[in-house]
């Protein structure tokens, strides 16, 4: 079973287990790492799933990982 998921909107890694922000869609669960992918993902979850991640130069603005 997989430990680790990669957030659709940015292709950062995050771990199920400790996951805060999650979204489900046709029947399959997402991770993300923070609300603000979350929140994308959920107003546009074709965009992310035909696109993959949205990540230009490790840049993806209104948020951080720290």
Known sequence: METTAKDPVCGMTVEIASAQWKAEYQGKMY???AP???RSFE???EKYLAAGPQVHM?????????
């Open 36 to 38: 603000g992918c979350m």
């Open 43 to 45: 107003q546009d979850p």
């Open 31 to 33: 991770y993300f790492c």
């Open 58 to 66: 490790g840049d993806h603005g209104e948020h951080s990982h720290h």
